[in-house]
């Protein structure tokens, strides 16, 4: 397994951890998120969804002509956030999800990550919607675009346009986390397309899939490699859900980074400038912020591994000397040792056989595929197949 590790100084030998629970106020019996919640240009989690600043996502009024309904409020941030650090600092070995990065700070970090010149997949997926829009519309004739982890929508722009030249699109069904962005996109859509309808639903797709409108046919667009961030069984366990609330007219794009040289893979997670390592130990500024945690933020330093047998990139935070963090909010005390890696996001690299094959294991038959020129990235057109009880489990 290669790893980079970004901070000065630091050189260390990992130990065994060792944790001291103090008790959890109010925590227990909710059940846990993953944290995948936002559409990413690969796996860091989201190009566009990450508009929540300083304490949390506070709701926006929807603006005239936007539909818009709420499964998630902002309260459930603060409850989830308790929740996913509790569970996540008391496991061996620890682990975050990567949803807490984003907060403003975090957003403007990752916006930054996806111009650098080491991380390629946001030029590379664009490349291929530039490429292949008017070629997804036509296999799909979709009257309706569902994006799930919507962000700004910048991306889609290019599939409305494509879909719209095509005659068919009616309506825009934007599906993400974060209320704040979903107005402010329904507000730039709805002066851009004033015959479209848009749709926009508040809510976390490993949860809230069940409350997709219907209607119509539907193109549901998942870009930007989030898949990427799940690990298998929940990576088919979603798709087998999404495969339940598609019909047969229904068609799913998929965005997935491909498997390459490690040495460039580990490279876009590591760059030359710090931008990346920054953003991995964000986390911790959001955790001390919001749950009144101490954590030293630098004394972790970002690493960021490749790991050939899960054929996934892995970033981690290495705690560079020991120290004990209090979390007020969780009346919770953990010891770091000199060492000791935090996980706080995986990002799955795959084959063009393999994707197919996931797909094919929830009830999905691959219709079109496409990749950059230089094969980087790929971008996959899927329609419903077998019953989703045939699917294996």
């Excluded at 309260?75 to 956030?81: E, G, I, K, S, Y």
């Amino acid at each position: 397994m290669g790893c980079t590790t970004s901070m000065e100084g630091a050189t260390m030998t990992p130990r065994t951890p060792t944790t001291t629970p103090a008790g959890a106020a109010g925590t227990t019996g909710a059940d846990r998120t993953t944290g995948t919640n936002h559409t990413s240009d690969t796996n860091h989690t989201s190009d566009t969804n990450h508009t929540a600043s300083g304490g949390g996502t506070v709701a926006a009024a929807a603006p005239a002509g936007l539909t818009l309904d709420r499964h998630v409020d902002p309260a459930d941030r603060a409850v989830n956030l308790a929740r996913d650090v509790l569970t996540g600092l008391t496991a061996n070995p620890r682990e975050l999800p990567p949803k807490w990065f984003y907060d403003a700070t975090g957003g403007m970090l990752f916006d930054e990550i996806t111009r650098l010149p080491e991380y390629y997949p946001t030029r590379r997926e664009r490349a291929i919607l530039d490429g292949h829009a008017g070629a997804i519309a036509a296999a799909c004739a979709a009257d309706t675009l569902v994006e799930l982890g919507s962000g700004t929508s910048e991306k889609t722009r290019l599939l409305l346009e494509a879909l719209r030249a095509g005659g068919g699109l009616r309506r825009f069904v934007a599906f993400d986390v974060d209320e704040t962005t979903l107005a402010q996109a329904g507000r730039g859509l709805i002066t851009a397309y004033p015959d479209l309808a848009v749709h926009a639903v508040v809510g976390d797709f490993e949860r809230h899939l069940a409350h997709l409108p219907g209607g119509g046919r539907r193109l549901i667009a998942f870009l930007g490699g989030t898949i990427g961030n799940m690990r298998p069984a929940q990576r088919g366990a979603f798709l087998r859900a999404l495969r339940e609330q598609c019909g047969a007219t229904d068609a799913l794009l998929l965005g997935t980074d491909l498997v390459k040289d490690p040495d460039r893979l580990v490279a876009a997670y590591d760059d030359g400038a710090g931008v990346t390592a920054a953003f991995n130990r964000n986390v911790l500024t959001v955790i001390n912020r919001e749950l009144g945690a101490d954590f030293d933020i630098r004394g972790f330093a970002h690493v960021a591994c490749w790991n050939a047998a899960d054929s996934w990139i892995e970033m981690r935070l290495r705690a560079v000397r020991d120290q004990r963090v209090t979390i007020d909010s969780l009346a919770l005390e953990i010891e770091f040792e000199r060492g000791e890696d935090l996980l706080t996001e995986i990002s799955t690299k795959f084959t063009r056989d393999g994707i197919s094959a996931e797909l094919a294991d929830a009830g999905w038959a691959v219709a079109h595929q496409w990749t950059d020129p230089e094969g980087d990235f790929a971008v996959t057109l899927a329609t419903p197949s077998t019953s989703p009880s045939a699917a294996p489990v």
